[in-house]
């Protein structure tokens, strides 16, 4: 049995309900459920947790799932509080050890103390902005891509937590001009390729 982990990094604040994160949540669920041969386990970051529990869902799956909108070029301000406080409480207790470095010779090996090797990562973001902004020369991202740009740090503390990156899924222009049921079409096609290469079924 493959294993699964959901997290749902959205929560409602002001203006934003998180209907289509939920949606998607719900829908990755169901995806797996779905399949011969895999365990889900999921979290909502809006709902109470404790954090120990939640440290043994990552160091249980062999693939985590994140779903996060973008709030102000950054992760919902829950998401943000659940990753510190769960991440700091994995620390020698399967998410990380250290930081990888020794006193010996401090200069080398920071980023290389996590316990997660092994496992791997999906990571969904959910944008007011346009695909072309990222993509558009004299547009507001300067051709910099999510990844390689406001997703940068988010990817880096995977890393550092040992994890695998295996693809991401990107959502654009989703209060103006979303289709969401071609959103989530598009999205299981993503997921039967990634489920299909990573050789899961």
């Keep these: 049995m493959k294993k699964i982990f959901v997290i749902n990094g959205s929560h409602p604040f002001a203006h934003s309900g998180g209907k289509f994160n939920e949606t998607l949540f719900r829908n990755t669920i169901t995806y797996f459920k779905s399949l011969d041969g895999f365990e889900v386990k999921s ?10 529990e939640e440290v043994e869902k990552f160091k249980w799956a062999d693939l985590i799932i994140y779903h996060t909108p973008i709030w102000w070029f950054q992760l919902p301000f829950g998401f943000k509080n659940y990753i510190d406080v769960v991440f700091t409480a994995g620390h020698q207790n399967g998410i990380y050890t250290n930081d990888g470095r020794s006193r010996s010779n401090p200069a080398i090996n920071y980023g290389t103390g996590g316990l997660m090797q092994g496992k791997k990562y999906i990571l969904t973001t959910s944008w007011n902005a346009p695909k072309t902004a990222f993509t558009l020369e004299n547009e507001f991202f300067d051709q910099r891509s999510v990844d390689d740009g406001v997703m940068f740090g988010f990817h880096k503390m995977n890393t550092f937590a040992g994890l695998e990156l295996l693809a991401t899924h ?29 050789n899961l079924t």
């Design 170 to 198: 990107h959502f654009h222009d989703m209060e103006k001009n979303a289709d969401v049921p071609e959103e989530l079409r598009n999205y299981n096609a993503f997921l039967d390729q990634e489920v299909g290469e990573m």
């Design 43 to 52: 979290t909502q970051v809006g709902d109470e947790y404790v954090p120990e």
